[in-house]
């Protein structure tokens, strides 16, 4: 059971574009929604977070977006630059993010200059 | 300072061998975890430790596979009579404590040929 999923699979977007990734999740038990960047041959590295409290939150040129209801949450990357090229994955944990993280299965995104 | 640290980078064993993957978490860093990423893939949960015991193992895909971590600091994940659907990436992250943030290592590379 696939309990995070996430689109698009890949996604090429042009230099100050705004790519947007989307996510839903199942269990009712998630509490915290990290999202992740991931460069090759590297570990993922923690972008931003959000609790569901709150329904936008707001790093830099990241923003998280939280529909509770409809238990979806997506990533806005404004201005988004080459360097920003990278794989993203959405994740999901209980009890605020003690658990394990439920990743989604990943975005692949490219800025083209 | 130092971040998340696993050895080796890269294992190649054959088929029914056994295998020891380390990981050295951030110092001070109280929770450690365990995630296998698949290629193409999002990590996958194995195991979490709150100090030295595991708090969570219902990621541990069978009995062949097995995590201590007997001075809270130092984990080493070991996995028995290896097959070659146990080829990932071995990730190993670590937080402060529970709910913190999770910093991952490089991961581990495994082949099983």
């Known amino acids: 059971q696939q309990q995070v999923k996430q689109s698009p699979q890949s996604l090429i977007v042009q230099k100050g574009g705004i790519p947007i990734i989307n996510c839903a999740y199942e269990n009712t038990a998630f509490d915290y929604f990290p999202w992740y960047q991931q460069f090759p041959g590297k570990g993922p590295a923690l972008l931003i977070a959000i609790r569901p409290d709150v329904s936008e939150k707001k790093e830099g040129r990241f923003t998280i977006s939280f529909n509770k209801s409809a238990k979806q949450f997506s990533l806005h990357i404004m201005d988004s630059q080459p360097g920003d090229s990278a794989t993203y994955f959405c994740?999901?944990?209980?009890?605020?993010?003690?658990?394990?993280?439920?990743f989604g299965k990943g975005t692949h995104l490219i800025i083209q200059p | 300072g130092a971040g998340v640290s696993q050895t080796p980078s890269n294992k190649v064993t054959e088929k029914g061998k056994y295998v020891e993957l380390r990981c050295d978490p951030i110092?001070?860093?109280?929770?450690l975890y365990w995630y296998r990423q698949s290629l193409g893939q999002g990590p996958e949960f194995l195991i979490y430790?709150?100090?030295?015991?595991?708090?969570?193992d219902s990621g541990l895909p069978n009995d062949r596979f097995f995590a201590v971590r007997p001075e809270g600091s130092v984990s080493t994940l070991k996995i028995q009579r290896t097959e070659r659907g146990d080829s990932a990436v071995y990730l190993c992250?670590?937080?402060?404590?529970?709910?913190?943030?999770?910093?991952f290592g490089p991961g581990t590379r495994l082949t099983v040929l």
């Open positions: 994740a999901a944990s209980g009890r605020g993010g003690a658990d394990g993280l439920t």
């Open positions: 110092s001070g860093h109280t929770a």
């Open positions: 992250a670590s937080s402060l404590g529970v709910a913190d943030t999770q910093y």
């Open positions: 430790f709150q100090g030295t015991g595991a708090a969570d």
